[in-house]
């Protein structure tokens, strides 16, 4: 019996090791990911919809939301490996990068290039729609360790390579990483914040709160005029105040 009780601790503890070893490699490869340093580009202007996760972990990509017709961009050199319509994704494109990554390009408006071509850094691949499975004009982007399969088990976040982001921010085609300085909902004594509707522009917004343009697209580090259905504006922040 002594001998059997021996054993079975040993057992444990051998398992126990095993465990810790799985899981202190694991934290290493996920280190690893969370460092890439790729220098890809932003695939298009808009606004983040939606993140990596969500959706209880089916959601293998990020959104980018825009006006459709919006330029989308290849993010790095590299081979179209597919361009087709898909009644989930709608016109998708399928880029293989020399770096060992595939990225995702989907609910396209349009396609502008097939399967086989070789594409470079920054050249325009489609444009923004809302085909396919969508709720509206957007972008959906991923990223695939080595390749995209069905089940998506290589799909890593594309904040691991951007840095990190979150639902609201405005992204811009051709920029390498988000800007820490742009925040969409930050809990800042005296903040005022607008969340845009459809029809709406910066002009009937700066009339609303008797505020000029300029400094609204101060406030929010707006390279453009162009706004979004469902983005949040800073209207009004401590330490800027003057119209």
């Known amino acids: ?21 799985i899981i202190s490699g694991t934290s290493l490869a996920n280190a690893e990911e969370n460092t890439l340093d790729l220098n890809w580009l932003w695939p298009s202007d808009g606004y983040i919809s ?25 993010v790095e050199d590299g081979t179209v490996t597919r361009s087709y319509y898909s009644k989930t994704y709608g016109n998708v494109v399928f880029i293989q990068h020399k770096e060992g990554y595939e990225t995702v390009y989907a609910h396209l408006k349009a396609r502008k290039v097939k399967q086989g071509e070789h594409v470079k850094k920054g050249e325009i691949i489609g444009l923004i ?14 990223v695939h360790k080595n390749e995209w399969t069905i089940e998506k088990q290589n799909a890593i976040d594309p904040f691991f390579i951007f840095g990190e982001g979150e ?15 742009v925040e969409v909902a ?34 929010n580090h707006l390279k453009s005029d162009r706004i979004f259905p ?4 800073i209207i009004k922040d401590k330490g800027i105040v003057s119209k």
Request: aromatic share 8%.
């Open 1 to 21: 019996m002594l001998e059997y009780v021996k054993r079975l601790l040993v057992a444990i503890i051998f398992a126990i090791l095993i465990c810790i070893f």
């Open 50 to 74: 939606d993140i990596f996760g969500t959706r209880n972990g089916r959601h293998k990509g990020i959104d980018i939301a825009s006006e459709i017709g919006t330029e989308v961009i290849a």
């Open 129 to 142: 729609g809302s085909t396919g499975n969508s709720s509206g004009p957007h972008l959906h982007f991923e």
């Open 167 to 181: 639902i609201g921010q405005m992204v811009f085609k051709g920029e390498t990483k988000i800007e820490p300085s």
């Open 186 to 219: 930050r809990k800042v004594k005296d903040q005022i914040t607008h969340t845009v509707h459809q029809g709406e522009t910066l002009w009937s917004i700066s009339n609303e709160y008797d505020l000029s343009i300029d400094l609204i697209k101060k406030l």
């Open 230 to 233: 469902n983005q949040v504006l």
